[in-house]
């Protein structure tokens, strides 16, 4: 774990105020991504400055790695107050799409260690340095949420986040 001696203060967060400022900064700077967005209320306790890195590592490696078609939803869900699922549940959950080619099933772990860039003719001037979703990782374990990484239905890779809810 990268920041596993960091200590987070936390505070009541938006998330959807920080994933549409996200996303509003994603399409300033790639004009021709198109980053479609379904958010949903949602009000956290979480560290800000964490929060909006893992937003912001997520849109960018789906912007940038993508087929430039990317769908960024956010909605609560999880076992609700009522014991049952769905909406008004205990999580936070935070999905990031895109239509790029995808992540194969054996190399999904894989992605969220150190320095790991799934294609290796990729420089880091070019593809950066492999740190960025291990600490997108990092930082969501730090808030006792999880992530996954499957396949999307807009044929590329889809990144799921769930965090607790207060």
């Known amino acids: 774990m990268l920041f596993r001696s960091t200590v987070m203060s936390t505070v009541d967060v938006d998330l959807d105020d920080i994933v549409r400022s996200v996303v509003n900064s994603a399409r300033a700077g790639d004009p021709s991504a198109q980053i479609e967005t379904e958010l949903e209320p949602v009000r956290l306790q979480a560290n800000a400055d964490a929060v909006t890195r893992i937003v912001t590592n997520l849109v960018d490696n789906a912007v940038g790695h993508g087929g430039g078609r990317v769908r960024v939803?956010?909605?609560r869900g999880g076992t609700a107050p009522?014991?049952?699922?769905?909406?008004?549940?205990?999580?936070?959950i935070l999905r990031v799409d895109d239509n790029g080619p995808g992540i194969v099933a054996e190399e999904r772990q894989?992605?969220?260690?150190?320095?790991?860039?799934?294609?290796?003719?990729?420089?880091?001037?070019?593809?950066g340095t492999g740190l960025g979703l291990a600490i997108v990782h990092d930082l969501v374990v730090g808030h006792n949420g999880t992530i996954t990484v499957s396949s999307s239905d807009l044929g590329g890779a889809s990144f799921e986040v769930r965090l607790p809810l207060p």
Not at 82 to 91: L, P, W, Y
Not at 113 to 120: C, I, T, W
């Open 110 to 127: 894989s992605i969220f260690e150190r320095f790991s860039r799934l294609d290796p003719s990729r420089n880091r001037v070019d593809g």
């Open 82 to 92: 009522d014991g049952g699922t769905g909406a008004g549940g205990s999580e936070a």
């Open 73 to 75: 939803s956010l909605a």
